[in-house]
Nanobody, 129 residues
Framework: QVRLLESGGGSVQAGGSLRLSCVVR????????LGWFRQAPGKEREKVAT?????????VYGRFVKGRFIMSEDYAKNGVALQMNNLQTEDTAMYYC?????????????????????WGQGTQVTVSS
C-alpha cells in the first residue's frame, strides 16, 4: 500500500515562503495522480493542487492559489513538492499530500479531496501577520 510522507511545514510571517515535500513510499511516484490539500480549523478540506506525474502536464490549482504556489515533481525523492510564496495568514492550515490511485489524467485534474484514496499525516503551516 502506498505511503505518503510530508515534510517542510513550519511558521513564517506573512509574505514569506515555504517548500513542502511529499515522498511516496512502496510505489513509484511516476504515472500517478498526486495532490496537495489543506484543512484549516473549522473548515472543510480544500484542494491546493493535483498533478498527474510523468506526463509533463501542468498541475491544476485551487482558485485561492492565484499564482503563489507551484506544485512540481521531485524525481530525486520519488515524490512531489509544493513551493508556497507570498504566504498569507489565511494560508494557515494542515497541509496533506494525497494519492488518487488508478485514474486518468483528466480524472486527476478534476479530483477533489473526496476522490483521493491515500493520505499522508500532514504538515502544519502557520502564517503570522
Amino acid at each position: 500500500q502506498v505511503r505518503l510522507l510530508e515534510s517542510g511545514g513550519g511558521s513564517v510571517q506573512a509574505g514569506g515562503s515555504l517548500r513542502l515535500s511529499c515522498v511516496v513510499r512502496e510505489h513509484t511516484a511516476s504515472g500517478v495522480c498526486l495532490g496537495w490539500f489543506r484543512q484549516a480549523p473549522g473548515k472543510e478540506r480544500e484542494k491546493v493542487a493535483t498533478l498527474y506525474t510523468g506526463l509533463g502536464r501542468p498541475p491544476v490549482y485551487g482558485r485561492f492559489v492565484k499564482g503563489r504556489f507551484i506544485m512540481s515533481e521531485d524525481y530525486a525523492k520519488n515524490g512531489v513538492a509544493l513551493q508556497m510564496n507570498n504566504l498569507q495568514t489565511e494560508d494557515t492550515a494542515m497541509y496533506y499530500c494525497a494519492a488518487l490511485g488508478p485514474a486518468t489524467a483528466g480524472e486527476c485534474m478534476a479530483a477533489g479531496s473526496a476522490h483521493m484514496r491515500a493520505w499522508g499525516q500532514g504538515t502544519q503551516v502557520t502564517v503570522s501577520s
